[in-house]
Nanobody
Framework: VQLQASGGGWVQTGGSLRLSCAASGNIFRIITMGWYRQYPGNQRELVAV???????NYAGPVKGRFTISRDNARNTVELQMNSLKPEDTAVYYC???????????????????WGEGTQVTVSS
């Protein structure tokens, strides 16, 4: 399974960016998709996650500013980021938790896949 992210870049404070991520490869069923971000020298932290049924969860600092959406048929996830702040500057990673085949779903086994990071820079 490969995840291809796009949409990062540079924007001024208050601006908007939209990140996209597409999953491809041997996918039986994607359970959740979402985004993490990582500051230099820090661990990755959750930004937003969305389930197959459309349930969402957001990190506190981005609630009300970011919106995650998903197209189950196309295995894509997007993150609309509005009212961006300098503290949103980070490398953003998309991820997917998936069952690779029918047996793994039956057994309750899931695998996490990560895309390459995309840089988001917000200038003050």
């Amino acid at each position: 399974v490969q995840l291809q992210a796009s949409g990062g870049g540079w924007v001024q404070t208050g601006g908007s960016l939209r990140l996209s991520c597409a999953a491809s490869g041997n996918i039986f069923r994607i359970i959740t998709m979402g985004w993490y971000r990582q500051y230099p020298g820090n661990q990755r932290e959750l930004v937003a996650v969305i389930t197959t049924g459309g349930g969402t969860n957001y990190a506190g600092p981005v609630k009300g500013r970011f919106t995650i959406s998903r197209d189950n048929a196309r295995n894509t996830v997007e993150l609309q980021m509005n009212s961006l702040k300098p503290e949103d500057t980070a490398v953003y990673y998309c991820y997917a938790v998936a069952n690779v085949d029918r047996q793994s779903r039956k057994d309750g086994r899931a695998t996490t896949y990560w895309g390459e990071g995309t840089q988001v820079t917000v200038s003050s």
